[in-house]
């Protein structure tokens, strides 16, 4: 057993903020020239998203791969022994080709795009991103080190672990240079949690790697010309371009160049968040990537009061991130929520007990300063303590009218037709599920501070979308709370068309007076109880993640599904779904197999009922490679619609073809997840799916 730092969650997401707030900070002007950044925008000290009309919260591949790939630690049981094979196979899980989470430029062009490729043609890592596959300018690119912020979180004050998690992981894409800058930054930031000294944190992370590699020599030069030229950071910084520059490099986004300008950075920023992310953002190149692991190591360095002590980078983001992956429910998240993930899986490694915050609610608001998410309407929110001195989300509102209700809601899905089209047309999609579902039941523990004057009538409330794409809102019956009343709402959400929730919250439907409710927490549980397939409106359609070649609405079907070579899913739901059953219908044309999954967590990781080509029914799991778990003979007719479902409850996994129980089997290597409708090599067909308890 390894102790943990007695601030660990605390620091866990102050990096995760750093990390997020970097992105988005760099990410309008990412390849921009040092030159151009200054004449256009000037030191970057601020968001300048607004300046060049662009949102600020966006899906980025620093962010969604950082948090996704870690993912690999706990789908192995959190081994520290964990293989670049084994996350070679998460990235098989997790990433839909050309959609989700990389920069999908190309063989050869883009490194993480040609890793993949070998990937998926078998070739396992670390040969996957091998200079002896790939040569080495693609092997040395910048992605290696971006991804990398989640191996050194698990790791807290063990460097060299970090430093030989990230050389696994890194390997998985990357070679040579690249892997080094991932060791060196997986250390320091490790080691940041015990160690606030920036020279002896380079010390640290310099010893992981050769000493007669160019990013020692680089990092042992920048320090000399931080020692020169004291607060100057230009001069350094033209030393740097100098002698290792782009030009002096291949490929579109080395690692050598940028790993210097964090270096760079981290010395003239003096333990400053605010002056060190803008002179790694005002000085170019990468700047999302540069400036997002420059924010985690510097989260965890100084802490929440680190990034609090100069402008208010928190209040923008308001924790918001988006992972779009094939985890179906996890596009829409935030930082606390990827904090607490990080803080289980560093306690798993270190052999000690976790008790997350609140009896694991999904939104506790126990870290300082965090909101998940919530804004308010008519309304104000912080993160404050109550009065049993509790972090809660603070609701700060004034006398309200009839009908003129306030409410603080969270996303569970995408918040606009808007933001989804923009997201498309960015070439990085927020594919996603919403989390929320009818037939699931959502808690709220609520709380009106002491010094209300009257009662108020507060409700669970839902932000829906409806036939033209625009978002109402739903609510149960009030509740009333009086002055330092503890309620806990509960709703279970009605059927609501199968039209998507875009999010929840609570609202103060009748207030006599002005005051504060605290919100302590909200979660939901349950099965959902829903069925799916076409509406009005287009959100419906977007509430699937696609993983198949081709899924269109415009078919007179709700579900047509074509994938050309291997096996393709249209994914639906949330990782937390346990004990369900689903029904489909199912019409195979030309196709290998076709079927409906359950419990999926990605594109290889779940229970199905298949029907094959070869004259078979068979129940399936995929989980590193295809178990056939049961099966029996079945002569399966092209064209022909057949009704299949699929119950989950434990162990037991059961399928039925057209009301007729056909197998069974027992397997609890899979415990939750959401569902898919499955293609393999062909053409297949589906009006509606349901699911329900089981």
Sequence with gaps: MTALPADYSERVYAGVLGKIIGVYLGRPFEGWSNEAI???????????????????????????????????????????????????????????????????????????????????????????????????????????????????????????????????????????????????????????????????????GVRQIPHDSVLYRMIGDIRGWHAKHGDDWRATFAAIKANYGYDKYGGNCHMVPNHGLIVHALLHGDDDFGKALMIVNTSGWDTDCNSGNLGCLLGIQHGLAGIDAGPDWRGPVSDICYLPSADSGGGVSDAATQATRIIRMGHALAGSDYEAPKEGARYHFAYAGSVQGFTGRKCVVQNRHNASGERALAI????????????????????????????????????????????????????????????????????????????????????????????????????LGGFPIAAVGVEVVSAPAGGTLYLNRLDWDGAPEVTLGRIPGSMWHRAWVNGVDQYSPRYQESFRLVHNRGTGLLLHGARDWTDYRVRADVT?????????????????????????????????????????????????????????????????????????????????????????LLVDEGRTATQSVTISAA
């Excluded at 006398?399 to 603080?408: I, K, L, Y």
């Excluded at 029907?611 to 092209?638: H, I």
């Design 588 to 676: 195979p044309h030309l196709v290998r197999r076709a079927g409906i999954a359950c419990r999926v967590q990605g594109m290889k990781r779940y229970y199905a009922l298949v029907l094959a080509d070869a004259g078979k029914a068979q129940l399936v799991r995929e989980l590193d490679g295809t178990t056939v778990l049961a099966e029996c003979d079945f002569n399966v007719e092209l064209y022909r619609t057949y009704r299949l479902e699929l119950a989950v409850v434990g162990s037991s996994i059961a399928g039925s073809i057209d009301g007729e129980a056909v197998l069974h089997a027992e397997d609890d290597a899979l415990p939750s997840g959401g569902v898919a």
């Design 38 to 204: 200054e004449k256009r925008l000037g030191e970057i000290d601020y968001y300048v998203h607004d300046k060049l009309n662009v949102p600020l919260i966006v899906t980025d591949d620093d962010i969604s791969g950082t948090f996704t790939f870690i993912r690999a630690l706990e789908d192995y049981g959190c081994d520290p022994n964990i293989s670049p094979r084994q996350i070679g196979q998460t990235w098989l899980n997790y990433l839909i080709e050309n959609r989700t989470i990389l920069w999908w430029g190309g063989l050869g062009n883009s490194t993480e795009h040609t890793a993949f490729m070998r990937l998926a043609a078998g070739i396992e890592a670390p040969h996957s991103g091998s200079m002896a596959m790939n040569g080495q300018v693609v092997a040395e690119q910048i992605g290696a080190q971006i991804f990398i912020d989640g191996w050194a979180m698990v790791a807290p004050g063990d460097p060299e672990r970090a430093a030989d998690l990230a050389r696994r992981a890194g390997s998985v894409s990357h070679d040579g240079e690249a892997v080094y800058g991932a060791q060196v930054l997986a250390a320091m930031e490790a080691a940041a949690f015990t160690e606030s000294d920036t020279n002896k944190l380079l010390d640290i």
């Design 396 to 495: 700060h509102f004034d006398r309200t009218e009839s009908g003129d209700s306030v409410c603080a809601t969270t996303a569970t899905f995408v918040d606009s037709l808007d933001t989804a089209k923009y997201f498309e047309r960015r070439g990085y999609g927020l594919m996603t599920s919403p989390m929320l579902s009818p037939g699931q039941t959502v808690h709220a523990a609520v709380e009106l501070a002491k010094n209300a004057d009257e009662p108020v009538e507060t409700a669970i409330c839902l932000r829906v979308f409806d036939a033209e794409d625009k978002l109402v809102t739903l609510r149960n019956p009030a509740t009333a709370v009086g002055p330092g009343d503890r309620e806990t709402l509960s709703w279970t959400i009605p059927d």
